[in-house]
């Protein structure tokens, strides 16, 4: 029963490459986030969707795109990939404001550890 | 802008030790604040949260105060076990669920 899962767990690819991270949620949410992590934990929002709709997209290179193709899915597209996007990305969710889940706390996946070679 | 700052780690402790991790944060308004937790391997976990001043959010024997006045979310445990080792994160939530995160705390417990 898997909450947020994201696929793949590991990706090791070279230089320039175009990869993709997918994440799926089975809990209902309406908003999810990709986050990225890097090798001193340090941890930064890249995007976040509601319903399908971006609503917040932080300073990331343009080489990063996400796609909602259902508010249960938010997969993140890498084009041309450098050394320094090696990091774990982490995939959450949050559910609505309106209705009985506590839209405040977010589910996170197991992340995903995308080392650029 | 808005900021969390948590203590230097790592943190390396005894079995059945005090634990304080010590978050403060800079923000307009009134956030939210949470504590994540993130064991080996794994996604993070929401630990414990607090959603006004004076609020304590307490979890897994994991307690934390929102102090407004000192814009601090200290997060304490009486006694540690070996299965606490993980890495903390303070957290602050504004606009629409955009959590910011501080640095995060390496914790290790020894037997």
């Known amino acids: 029963d898997t909450a947020v899962s994201q696929t793949p767990k590991y990706l090791v690819t070279q230089m320039g490459n175009d990869k993709s991270i997918k994440c799926e949620q089975n809990?209902?949410?309406?908003?999810m986030y990709w986050y990225k992590q890097d090798s001193k934990k340090f941890l930064k929002i890249m995007f976040s969707y509601n319903n399908k709709e971006l609503i917040i997209n932080e300073t990331v290179p343009n080489r990063f795109s996400p796609k909602s193709p259902d508010k249960a899915h938010l997969n993140l597209h890498i084009n041309s990939l450098e050394l320094g996007d090696s990091a774990v990305y982490f995939c959450?969710?949050?559910?609505?404001?309106w209705g009985a889940g506590d839209s405040e706390t977010q589910y996170f996946g197991p992340g995903t550890r995308l080392l650029v070679l | 802008g808005n900021s969390v700052t948590q203590m230097e780690g790592p943190v390396t402790l005894s079995e059945e030790a005090f634990l304080t991790i010590n978050c403060t944060y800079t923000?307009?308004?009134?956030?939210?604040l949470f504590w994540y937790v993130q064991y080996p391997g794994e996604g993070l976990q929401l630990l414990l949260k607090a959603t006004k001043a004076d609020d304590k959010g307490s979890n897994k024997g994991f307690e934390a105060t929102y102090r407004k006045e000192t814009t601090s979310f200290h997060l304490e445990k009486g006694s540690v076990q070996v299965s606490d080792s993980a890495v903390y994160f303070c957290?602050?939530?504004?606009?629409?669920?955009?959590?910011?995160f501080g640095q995060g705390t390496i914790l290790t417990v020894h037997p």
């Open positions: 957290a602050l939530r504004y606009s629409y669920g955009k959590l910011t």
């Open positions: 809990l209902g949410h309406d908003t």
């Open positions: 923000a307009t308004g009134y956030p939210s």
């Open positions: 959450a969710s949050s559910p609505p404001t």
